[in-house]
């Protein structure tokens, strides 16, 4: 059975046109539904939003049954990443670009809190990645992605290489721009642009994905969610990042080792049962399916 939901928290990227607006839109709707609207304090702004979010988005689900999200896919990263170990479910309303975590447009606000309400919200349990940054054999920092983590070169031109292990055993030393280990929920981001698989976000498994390679013959691998990936880093006197997410940066240096995981049943989404997988990729991905009639009878 589905816990009642009376206290909802809503969340607006205060970036996107039209925000405030969308938060009154719904808290009306919550209230005229008999529900509690708790409203964010302190995020009014885009630095505010960035940069101190995490904690107050985190306190608000904490306090509430369900987080309405308005914003694009950058949004929901955001919070997903906030609420990392959180079990309070994230209905997205897309206000952005492509909308791949989101369950429905701002237009179909009032239809997608209906059918939450009448108990016919599908829960969507996602895994986060888990990175810890190893520097002469101490751990220095690590870093959580619920789309993708990224290791990649600065400014220069230059490529990097890297040395990648799955399981303890060697997967192959790569030359190249960057590398990408993706989650399914990140597998229509930068894995796909760069070459990578789209994978349903029910399997279990990650997908490497070398950016620009050398070597032609290096392609996207996918292995197991259970494996341990390390990417021991060759380069010498190159820039180098890792990313999360797109969103969160840290610097590395020559001879650092990142060891990565996945830590399962981190992040819950609601969906609508006339929003599943394939449906959204056709939509987003603009398939329109084979431009080749059937032939009539003879």
Not at 99 to 121: D, K, M, R, S, V
Not at 127 to 133: E, V, Y
Not at 178 to 199: D, H
Not at 209 to 221: A, D, E, K
């Amino acid at each position: 059975m589905q816990q009642e939901m009376t206290q909802i928290g809503l969340i607006a990227n205060p970036e996107k046109a039209g925000w405030q607006e969308a938060l009154e839109e719904a808290q009306r709707l919550i209230q005229q539904s008999g529900r509690e609207a708790i409203l964010p304090e302190g995020m009014h702004s885009p630095e505010t939003f960035r940069d101190e979010g995490e904690a107050l988005i985190r306190g608000m689900a904490e306090n509430s049954d369900l987080l309405v999200v308005f914003g694009g896919d950058g949004t929901m990263l955001h919070v997903a990443r906030s609420l990392e170990g959180c079990p309070t479910p994230i209905l997205g309303i897309n206000t952005g670009g492509l909308g791949f975590l989101t369950a429905a447009p701002y237009a179909a606000l009032a239809e997608a809190l209906q059918t939450i309400w009448q108990g016919h919200g599908l829960r969507d349990v996602r895994p986060s990645i888990h990175a810890t940054l190893y520097r002469e054999e101490a751990i220095t920092q690590e870093l959580s992605a619920i789309n993708d983590l990224v290791i990649s070169r600065g400014g220069a031109s230059r490529m990097i290489e890297l040395e990648v292990k799955v399981d303890g055993q060697l997967l192959t030393q790569y030359r190249c721009d960057g590398f990408i280990i993706s989650s399914p929920t990140g597998s229509t981001a930068y894995s796909l642009s760069a070459g990578g698989a789209i994978v349903c976000p029910s399997a279990s498994v990650f997908t490497l994905t070398p950016i620009c390679p050398h070597t032609l013959s290096n392609r996207s691998v996918i292995v197991d969610m259970s494996s341990v990936i390390e990417v021991s880093l060759l380069s010498d006197d190159v820039e180098m990042y890792l990313t999360a997410d797109g969103q969160k940066q840290i610097t590395l240096t020559p001879r650092d080792r990142i060891q990565i995981l996945a830590r399962q049943g981190q992040v819950t989404f609601l969906n609508l049962p006339d929003n599943p997988f394939f449906s959204i990729l056709r939509q987003k991905m603009r398939w329109s399916g084979s431009s080749v009639s059937p032939s009539a009878p003879s």
